[in-house]
C-alpha cells in the first residue's frame, strides 16, 4: 500500500499569497484528518472527514484556512491569504473507521510550509 | 473533555537500558490508546495501541505499553534501548464513546539513546 501521500512536501511562499496542500488518504479508507504541527503548539487537528463530510472543524484557526474533500481519494486544505504564523508542518491522515472501532489513523509525511 | 499528558519533554538513557516513556489521559469512558512516534522530517508513525483486552500490548519494534486504569496511564517500554530508537514520541486518545473519530495527542516526549 502506498500510504497517505501528500504535496508539495515543501513550500516557501511570501505572505498574501494563496497556498493549497493536497492529500491521497490510502484506499479504502473513509475518514480523513488534517493536523498541523508547531514547536509552539504540538500537533493540532484542523478539520476531519468522514465519508467526504466534514465533521469536526472547530480547529480551523480563522477563516483563512478552508478544506474540501470533492471525492474518497482527494482533499485539499487552502490557506488563503497566507501569514506567516501560518509557517508550520501540515500532516494529512487516514483511517477506515467504524462504530466504536479501535481503528489506527495513518499519516503521511507532512507538507513543511514557510510562509515569508 | 479528552486529554493527554507526557509530563516529561525530553528522556535520556544509555543505549542497552531499559526505557520508559510516560504517559496519563483524562477520558470519560473507555479510553483507546496509542502510541506513535516520529524520525526528524518524518511524519508520525503507528507504534501500538490499546483497545481492550490485555493490558499489555505489544507493537512494532520490540516497543510494549501497559494501560492502567486506576492510575490512567499508559506508558511506553522496551527493555535494552537501541540509538536508532531516538526520536520524538507521542501518547494519543480517542473516547469512542463520544462518537469521534480523531485523536487527542500529548505534546510529546523526545528520547535520545546515548551510545
Given amino acids: 500500500d502506498a500510504g497517505v501521500i501528500q504535496s508539495p512536501r515543501h513550500e516557501v511562499t511570501e505572505m498574501g499569497q494563496e497556498v493549497t496542500l493536497r492529500c491521497k488518504p490510502i484506499s479504502g479508507h473513509n475518514s480523513l484528518f488534517w493536523y498541523r504541527q508547531t514547536m509552539m503548539r504540538g500537533l493540532e487537528l484542523l478539520i476531519y472527514f468522514n465519508n467526504n463530510v466534514p465533521i469536526d472543524d472547530s480547529g480551523m484557526p480563522e477563516d483563512r484556512f478552508s478544506a474540501k474533500m470533492p471525492n474518497a481519494s482527494f482533499s485539499t486544505l487552502k490557506i488563503q491569504p497566507s501569514e506567516p504564523r501560518d509557517s508550520a508542518v501540515y500532516f494529512c491522515a487516514s483511517s477506515r473507521t467504524t462504530v466504536n472501532s479501535g481503528n489506527t489513523i495513518y499519516f503521511g509525511e507532512g507538507s513543511w510550509l514557510t510562509v515569508v | ?115
Avoid at chain 2, 493490558?55 to 486506576?70: I, Q, R
Avoid at chain 2, 501518547?91 to 535520545?112: I, K, S
Fill in chain 2, 1 to 115: 473533555a479528552q486529554s493527554v499528558a507526557q509530563p516529561e519533554d525530553q528522556v535520556n538513557v544509555a543505549e542497552g537500558n531499559p526505557l520508559t516513556v510516560k504517559c496519563t489521559y483524562s477520558v470519560s469512558g473507555n479510553p483507546y490508546l496509542f502510541w506513535y512516534v516520529q524520525y526528524p522530517n518524518r511524519g508520525l508513525q503507528f507504534l501500538l495501541k490499546y483497545i481492550t483486552g490485555d493490558n499489555l500490548v505489544k507493537g512494532s519494534y520490540g516497543f510494549e505499553a501497559e494501560f492502567n486504569k486506576s492510575q490512567t496511564s499508559f506508558h511506553l517500554k522496551k527493555p535494552s534501548a537501541l540509538v536508532s530508537d531516538s526520536a520524538l514520541y507521542f501518547c494519543a486518545v480517542r473516547a469512542p464513546q463520544t462518537g469521534a473519530n480523531n485523536l487527542f495527542f500529548g505534546t510529546g516526549t523526545r528520547l535520545t539513546v546515548i551510545p
